[in-house]
């Protein structure tokens, strides 16, 4: 997560990031960027604004606002000192509201949430900001307050994709209110795919979507070229999201129906799809990564020994630019491949989450500062950028300063497809995922049954469970 928090810090100080689509990943020698010199204000401009805050609301309560280190924070501050100025802003405009804010750690945090669900300990927050998969599990313990309210038709116009919306909704209804996203995606080394002739066949225009039958051509150009391919890897579930984005999209197969109580990997276009990827994987355009983990794969690309990579985002990209740089590998950011050229793809997504309480002026009050945090205009667009994350909202427009690989993200946003990360058993259900390519890449059993027996094994998960005695 700390990579994210990066993001914002790179876009503020005009940083190019590697990974551009169409541009060179190392800024000109002797261009240096030069800052202006901040005057320190006077003791009057100190003392008197330069514009009255109008109080939106006299309501008087005290909530608890709980986060984990999402925000970037500005060079040498702590965890929470913007969060801190976040609240005193939101206080000029709601006197009468006293927050309490609390940073939680990622290792310890979600088990010390759950086991307060449990009724282990203290009282929980009124707002949290997390993530869907999170969130839907506290939505369907039963613990927080329905936000069909905020989700207002002017709103909901407004968001870039229906899908992300979906991630919104649990059990009918939406539980959490989006603040940011950003899609994975697949990487090319830029050397490669240039000596080969490949990128000729690649879109290099706005989102830069593609169709199956181009990968399958510029697959064919690196193996011509005796370039390694990229590695289908599927030793353990860390980075599973990728394959499964890729896998399904190459036919335009989906993991779970429309409704989400199936899995049907088994469908012709997922079959298809498997069975494509063996046939390359045979002429050694893709690499069997049935001992490989999605670290392994990231790790070969960023050495420079494979063509492409299936497992990339900003993170990755900030993560490896000192080595990247020492092996002299420039990224080429695509998004996965489709039958129809429109990807469905999996996604990221910051939002915040309101916890039930008897008390209406905390409830209010609590959705008064998610209202605040995610919508004021003297604040969303910098909670956007400092969360590492894009624009959710259409109208937000561009909040990185026209940063061209941020360009990129933000135009893949519209092809954001369904949420599956916040579905009953989801956990217990990539262990099967990572089996069943393992068992397809090594031959053991045929694509049909090796996805007939993903799907029965992965719709158990979907059951409810009995609670213990």
């Known amino acids: 997560m700390n990579n994210w928090r990066k993001i914002a810090a790179f876009a503020m100080c005009g940083a190019l990031i ?21 005057e320190e204000p006077s003791e009057a401009e100190m003392e008197e604004p330069e ?33 801190q100025t976040l609240i005193e802003k939101f206080h000029q405009k709601y006197p009468n509201i006293q927050v309490d804010l609390r940073v939680l750690d990622y290792t ?33 313990a039963g613990v927080l307050a329905n936000l069909d309210g905020m989700f207002t038709e002017e709103m909901t116009s407004d968001m870039v994709s229906q899908g992300i919306l979906s991630a919104c909704r649990s059990e009918g209804a939406y539980v959490m209110y989006p603040l940011s996203g950003s899609n994975y995606v697949m990487a090319f080394n830029r050397s490669m795919i240039e000596a080969s002739g490949a990128i000729e066949l690649m879109n290099r225009e706005g989102a830069c979507t593609w169709t199956t039958e181009a990968f399958e051509q510029v697959l064919e150009r690196l193996g011509e070229s005796e370039c390694n391919g990229g590695i289908l890897y599927c030793s353990g579930i860390a980075g599973d999201y990728a394959t499964r984005s890729f896998l399904t999209n190459l036919y335009d197969g989906n993991l779970m129906n429309e409704d989400g109580t199936a899995y049907i990997m088994n469908s012709e ?25 999605g670290a392994d794969a990231v790790s070969s690309f960023v050495q420079g020994e494979n063509s492409f990579c299936l497992l990339w985002s900003l993170p990755q990209a900030l993560s490896n630019a000192e080595t990247l740089a020492e092996n002299q590998v420039e990224v080429v950011v695509m998004p996965y491949p489709s039958a129809d ?41 910098e909670n956007v950028a400092r969360s590492g994350g894009f624009p959710i909202r259409t109208s937000m427009g561009d909040v990185y300063g026209g940063n061209e690989e941020a360009l990129l993200y933000e135009a893949l946003l ?37 996805t007939d027996s993903f799907v029965e094994y992965a719709n158990k998960t979907l059951e409810p469970k009995e609670e213990e005695e």
């Open 18 to 38: 590697l990974g551009m689509c169409g541009c060179k990943g190392k800024a000109p020698e002797g261009d240096d960027i030069e800052i202006e010199a901040v």
């Open 51 to 83: 514009e009255a805050v109008e109080v939106v609301s006299d309501l008087e309560a005290s909530i608890t606002w709980w986060t984990y280190p999402v925000f970037v924070q500005d060079e040498g501050q702590e965890d929470g000192i913007y969060e």
């Open 108 to 140: 310890e945090g979600p088990d010390e949430l759950q086991g307060l669900i449990e009724g282990e300990g203290l009282e929980l927050p009124d707002v949290l900001l997390d993530e869907p998969g999170r969130i839907g599990s506290y939505a369907r």
């Open 269 to 293: 276009a997922n079959q298809q799809a498997l069975t494509k990827v063996k046939e390359w994987m045979e002429k050694g355009w893709i690499l069997n990564g049935s001992g490989s983990s």
């Open 341 to 381: 050229g429109i990807p469905s793809l999996e996604y990221m997504l910051n939002g915040f989450c309101i916890f039930k309480t008897e008390d209406e002026s905390r409830e209010q009050a609590a959705r008064y500062l998610v209202d605040f945090l995610c919508n004021d205009e003297s604040v969303a667009a």
């Open 414 to 450: 519209p092809y954001s497809g369904t949420y599956y990360n916040k579905v009953e058993g989801f956990e217990e259900m990539r262990v099967y995922w990572y089996q069943m390519l393992t068992e397809i890449l090594n031959g053991e059993y045929s694509v049909k049954d090796s």
